[in-house]
């Protein structure tokens, strides 16, 4: 922390202390991030990594996938929402998106290319980051399966390139390592021949809209499904629907949802889910995994 004076002069973004947290995440709420940094681009984001040296980093997408603790996060989050958003459309269908675009914008870079794989992310609301580490999928699609490389930066700043063959790619997670980050991916897409592109995007967005609170601060689907089971319907199944914790409440309309009401704690929405696990693995058996990862300090 003491040659943050000395670096903010190095760097071309954004570097501000004590920030609060809620407007970058999808609940709206928990703690502040001791340093937020927001690079100008790829160079500037290097040059950051190596000017400091003994700061925790912690990166962010646009928070869609995460439950940023009441205590806050120590360190720097560097957020890539607002950044990173250069693309290249090269020929024969690859395509090369920044790790900042977000998946909406990709579903329909490709479409409108008419290039086809793609449309299932439009309902995604992370970044390209965020969907990497996550491997976010639905409607049978998921975002490695049409990569080819993806370029990592580490906590010193150095770049690589590396083959998807170099990760074992999971149900909602991939193994990159500790302290490596994305920062671009490459795509090779097929034409579409049907052009129906843009139409199953619509398709998409409306199915989700009648199935998910879409309109409600949440983290989308706070429990992985276990094996030959959906985590919504054994919650369902329990009658919990609408069952509050302080500001944290299970949506009415989607079971593995959590909405978080004004004024929701972090803790409210931990506990919830401590509650719903143990009430699951009582009744039924099985334990939920969280797909929701926790960052930072409770308070
Ligand atoms: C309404 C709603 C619907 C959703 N529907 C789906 C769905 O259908 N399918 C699905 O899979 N997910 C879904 N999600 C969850 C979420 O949108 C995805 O997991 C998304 O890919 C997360 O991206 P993000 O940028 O928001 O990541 P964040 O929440 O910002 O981060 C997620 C994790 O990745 C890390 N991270 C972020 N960026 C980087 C980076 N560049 N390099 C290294 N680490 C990084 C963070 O530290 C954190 O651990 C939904 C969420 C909501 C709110």
């Not at 958003?85 to 900042?100: D, P, S």
């Not at 639905?138 to 700043?157: H, L, Q, R």
């Not at 990760?167 to 920062?183: H, L, P, S």
């Not at 199935?211 to 319907?233: E, I, M, R, W, Y």
Request: net charge positive; glycine share 10%; charged share 25%.
């Amino acid at each position: 922390m003491k040659n943050i004076e000395k670096i903010e002069k190095k760097i071309k973004g954004k570097l501000r202390k004590n920030v609060s947290l809620k407007g970058y995440n999808t609940w709206k709420i928990g703690g502040n991030a001791e340093l937020f940094f927001e690079p100008l681009d790829v160079n500037d984001l290097q040059n950051f990594l190596l000017l400091q040296n003994d700061l925790d980093i912690t990166f962010l997408g646009n928070g869609s996938n995460v439950l940023v603790r009441d205590g806050g996060i120590k360190g720097c989050v560097i957020c890539l929402k607002n950044t990173l958003k250069n693309y290249k459309i090269l020929k024969n269908g690859e395509f090369i998106f920044e790790a900042g675009l977000s998946c909406m914008k990709i579903a329909q870079i490709t479409a409108k290319e008419n290039f086809t794989g793609l449309e299932f992310l439009c309902g995604i609301p992370g970044s390209l980051g965020g969907a990497l580490v996550m491997n976010a999928g639905c409607y049978g699609g998921n975002i490695w399966e049409n990569i080819s490389t993806v370029n990592i930066i580490d906590k010193n700043g150095n770049i690589s390139c590396r083959n998807k063959k170099e990760f074992d790619i999971g149900y909602r997670n991939v193994n990159i390592k500790e302290n490596n980050y994305f920062i671009s991916a490459n795509f090779i897409l097929q034409k579409n021949k049907l052009s129906n592109s843009m139409e199953k995007i619509k398709e998409y967005l409306e199915d989700r809209r009648a199935k998910q609170p879409t309109g409600l601060p949440s983290c989308g689907s706070v429990f992985k499904n276990p094996d030959n089971a959906h985590a919504a319907n054994l919650i369902d199944s329990l009658d919990l629907k609408g069952y509050k914790i302080g500001g944290a409440c299970i949506s009415e309309k989607h079971a593995n949802f959590i909405i978080s009401e004004k004024n929701t704690q972090s803790d409210d929405i931990e506990k919830l889910i401590d509650f719903i696990q143990k009430k699951v693995y009582q009744e039924k058996n099985i334990f939920l995994e969280t797909e929701v990862k926790f960052i930072g300090n409770k308070k």
